[in-house]
Structures are given as C-alpha cells and as structure tokens.
C-alpha cells in the first residue's frame, strides 16, 4: 500500500466537524446532560485557582482561548476529549459543576490578577454578596464569548478519540505519561482501571516500593503496577530496541485493554502472591541495589531491579513460595554482581527499552527453574 493510500483510508475513517460555539450554549448543554465530562480525570487535571483565574481573565480580555476536542457518541452527546479543565473552571465559575459522585462543586472564587486586580474575590453570583459578584451585563457579556469547538463526529474510527487524547495531550500537558494512561483506560475500559488502581494499593506492592509524596501523587504506583502485568506477558524478541518507552507501555497496556486472553482473576492472584513473598523476605528492600562490599540494600527504588526481579519470580512462583527464604534472598543478592546487569545498569546511553531486554532476558536465565 502506498503513502497516498493510507492516508486516503485513514481520512475516510475519521470525519470532523467544527465551529465556534458560545459559552453559554456550552454551559446548557452540560447542565442538560448533552456535555459529558469524565469526572474521574478531575483527579488528574491539576490547575490551581490561579490557573483558573488566569483562564477566566483570558476570556474576559478576549485572549484566544485554544480549540475544545469533543467526539460525538451514539447518543448525541459530546464527550470531551481535550478541554477538560478549561470547561471544567467555566463550570466552577458559574457554579454548576459537578465532582465524581454527583455533588455540585462550591463555586470558584476568583483572585486578583496583574491586569484584573479587582477580580480578587469576584464570584459568578453570589446573593448575599452582591458587591463581589458579576454583574448581570458581565455575566451576559461572558456567556457570548465564543470557544471554537472541533468535533469528532458518529461513524469515525472507534479508536479515534483515544488516539486524539493521547495526541493532545502528550507533550507541553502538566499531566505525566501515566496520568494520560489513567485517563485511557477510563474512557476506554473503567472496570480495568479500577481492577489496576486497587491492585497498586495492596498493601504488600506498596512496602516495597519506598516511593516519594510526589511519585505518589504522580501515580508512579500505578505505573509500576502497570509495568508488571506487561512485562510479563511480554515477548522481547518483537521489540527493536528503538521504540520510547512511555510509548511501548502506552500502546501494551491498549493490547491488554482489547486482549480476550487477559485473566483478571488469575493475574491479580500471582500479582498479591508475588508481592506478599517479596515483601515477607525483604520488605521495601525488594528493588533496592545490593551493595556486597557494605553488605546491605541501598538506595531508592530501582526499574532496572523491578524488571528482573518481580517478573522472574512471578513466571516461577510456585517454586519460589517453597524455596527457602534466605535461599532466595542470596539469589536475589547475586543478581547484582551479575556482569550483564553490571554492564548493563552501569553503561552510560543505554535506551529504557534495551535495558529492558536485556534485564529481561537475564530474568528468564537466572530466575529459571
């Protein structure tokens, strides 16, 4: 097939729309149900009230405010694919937001600005505070101010809405690779998301990884939970060793996503066993580098132990819930003095995805039985 080919087939699959549309036609379609915003990414999408009043003053001043990405669904209703934090302040503001469990959101006090000083403290509305309230012609005048909105319409491609998520919002978003995988996995298969996050709370996973606050908060744990269901259903012979990363465990974890193949049941179950064993014999030592000459753990969690150790152990874990404890322990000293991983971890250069191959291929050696 041609290059001209493919993109014929491709434009044919995906069929858009756009046209500025008023605040206030936006503002009715969401308190009339025909606006979906996905309130679990609101966990994800992070502004402060100063972005958002930053946001209200651009609009106010007549700015350019970037175009809103929604997808049309079989409904009619527009999900929103890119914009979800400037709809979701316009809806703070004028006080109709609602959070994950339905509740209306408190309305959003603005601050001053260099520009607005006199926002400070400005509400849409406020009955009992008229004086720092919108006047009637303010909140007329803001709810004419246009937003231009770009629509993904019915008959598109079905994968064409995560794509465009994952496109508009990698590269220059506050949101990290695994917040933008957590807002795929929501709109494209919640229950999984929800089997992924409270498997990435046990309490076992969580003690050997010394994470930091801000890991945390980033969603590292889920991540790292992640990483551990695709590398061990992974086949290290298909990758090149020039893919990204962030990328390869993007578009694994949409393979798992769509697999038939995938036992939740099962994998959840090797999963707690794999972790409880680790955390039992070295606890948040489990992926901490061993130091022979200090005869000790040392350091912060490492990726590098992650993709040896949990995998391995998890491939074999029947064998390795009997062997002895120190047995393994030892085992899993040795793997640091281990001249593949040595070379391997202590090169300088090296791309995550051919560490990755390497770690696991020497996983498969030495945790073989």
């Known amino acids: 097939m041609t290059l001209q080919n493919e993109i014929d087939q491709k434009v044919k699959e995906i069929h858009t729309d756009g046209y500025p549309m008023s605040l206030g036609e936006l503002i009715n379609m969401y308190r009339d149900g025909e606006l979906y915003l ?17 946001f209200i003053e651009s609009i106010l001043l007549g700015i350019p405010i970037p175009s809103i990405f929604v997808a049309r669904g079989e409904s009619g209703i527009w999900d929103v694919i890119d914009g979800l934090q400037r709809l979701s302040t316009i809806l703070e503001f004028v006080g109709i937001l609602k959070g994950k469990d339905g509740e209306t959101l408190s309305p959003l006090a603005l601050q001053g600005t260099k520009f607005l000083p006199s926002l400070k403290g400005k509400k849409w509305e406020d009955k009992y505070d008229l004086e720092n309230s919108f006047t009637p012609e303010q909140r007329i005048d803001f709810k004419r ?3 231009d909105v770009k629509i993904i319409k019915k008959g598109s491609d079905e994968e064409a809405k995560f794509e465009l ?3 508009l919002n990698t590269g220059g978003s506050s949101l990290t690779n695994q917040e933008i995988r957590n807002c795929l996995m ?8 929800e089997w992924l996050f409270s498997l990435s709370q046990n309490s076992d996973f969580q003690d050997t990884l010394p994470l ?6 980033e969603r590292e744990d889920i991540e790292i939970a992640l990483r551990f269901f695709v590398y061990r259903h992974l086949d290290v012979s298909i990758l ?7 990328e390869f465990l993007t578009n694994s974890m949409l393979d798992i996503l769509k697999s038939d193949d995938f036992d939740l ?3 959840a179950m090797i999963f707690k066993k794999t972790f409880s064993l680790l955390n039992n014999i070295l606890g948040e030592n489990s992926f901490k580098k061993f130091d022979a000459t200090k005869n000790k753990f040392l350091g912060a969690f490492l990726v590098s132990s992650f993709e040896m150790i949990s995998i391995g152990i998890s491939k074999n874990l029947d064998f390795y819930l009997e062997m002895d404890e120190e047995e393994l322990i030892k085992k899993i000293k040795d793997l640091y003095q281990n001249p593949v991983y040595l070379d391997t971890t202590k090169r300088s250069g090296i791309r995550a995805i051919n560490r990755l191959k390497i770690l696991s291929s020497l996983s498969e050696t030495e945790f073989s039985v």
């Not at 709109?187 to 998301?193: I, Q």
């Open 240 to 246: 090149s060793g020039s893919e990204d990363m962030g």
């Open 38 to 54: 996905q309130p679990d990414f609101q966990r994800f999408f992070r502004w402060n009230d100063t972005q958002k009043t930053r």
């Open 212 to 217: 930091t606050d801000k890991q945390l908060i």
């Open 265 to 267: 049941e099962n994998e």
């Open 145 to 147: 101010s246009k937003l």
């Open 165 to 167: 998520f994952q496109r």
């Open 186 to 193: 929501i709109m494209s298969n919640k229950d999984f998301y």
